[in-house]
């Protein structure tokens, strides 16, 4: 089942433009994690910001959470081509032994 | 070594096959995970083994069958398909199931399943 909802659900840029993108989920979390996929392959890992955090950086990637609100955003800066891929967030619940709950995704396709 | 490998990249099989999805990991991690994943959808769980003992069954039809040998291999049978189970199968693991921990998934390339 999912639990998170992106936002928008498809996005076209420009390169050099900065890209955002909206999760929202309904249960209470531990951590909030985003992954990229390219097309037809497996998910890649970029990013975890945990419930008491509210806002992380890594390179070109900016991810805030705001848990009254039960959503996140992440932001790509200065996007490239190569950042054309579909962006899920995921939540793991905070019920021991359950696994990640997967969002519906962003397509994100960047232009040169 | 962060891979994760699937065998094989792509597979077409007839409703009365039988084939096997493999996947492999030597990161030393405890759970590893079964997704589907159709066009343009997020992955959807179907299996989890937590320390080689099926963890989560998501309802998943027994025409695919799930089995971990060891802590680094994990199966998935196939049998009886039918074409909706059409979809890229992705194999996942990650250090341990469960909330405490940090569940950061390394995912596989996928295997491209067409049932005719």
């Known amino acids: 089942s999912q639990q998170g909802e992106e936002d928008p659900q498809a996005l076209s840029i420009q390169e050099g433009e900065n890209a955002t993108m909206n999760c929202s989920y309904k249960t209470s979390i531990n951590n909030l994690q985003w992954y990229r996929q390219n097309s037809g392959r497996g998910l890649v890992h970029l990013i975890l910001i945990r419930s008491n955090e509210r806002e992380k950086h890594s390179g070109r990637l900016r991810v805030t959470l705001d848990t009254s609100k039960k959503s996140s955003s992440l932001l790509i800066t200065a996007s490239r081509a190569a950042d054309t891929a579909s962006y899920f967030c995921a939540t793991d619940a905070q019920q021991a032994g359950t696994a990640l709950i997967f969002g519906k995704g962003t397509t994100l396709s960047v232009s040169s | 070594d962060t891979e994760v490998t699937q065998t094989p990249k792509h597979l077409v099989m007839g409703m009365t096959n039988k084939k096997s999805l493999k996947c492999e990991q030597h990161m030393g991690h405890r759970a590893m995970y079964w997704y589907k994943q159709k066009a343009k959808k997020p992955p959807e769980l179907m299996f989890v083994y937590s320390y080689e003992k099926l963890s989560i069954n998501e309802s998943v039809p027994s025409r695919f069958s799930p089995e971990c040998p060891n802590s680094s291999l994990l199966n998935l049978h196939l049998h009886a398909l039918q074409p909706e189970d059409s979809a890229l199968y992705l194999c996942?693991?990650?250090?341990?199931?469960?909330?405490?921990?940090?569940?950061?998934?390394?995912f596989g390339a996928g295997t491209r399943l067409s049932v005719l």
């Open positions: 996942a693991s990650s250090q341990k199931l469960g909330s405490l921990a940090k569940n950061i998934q390394y």
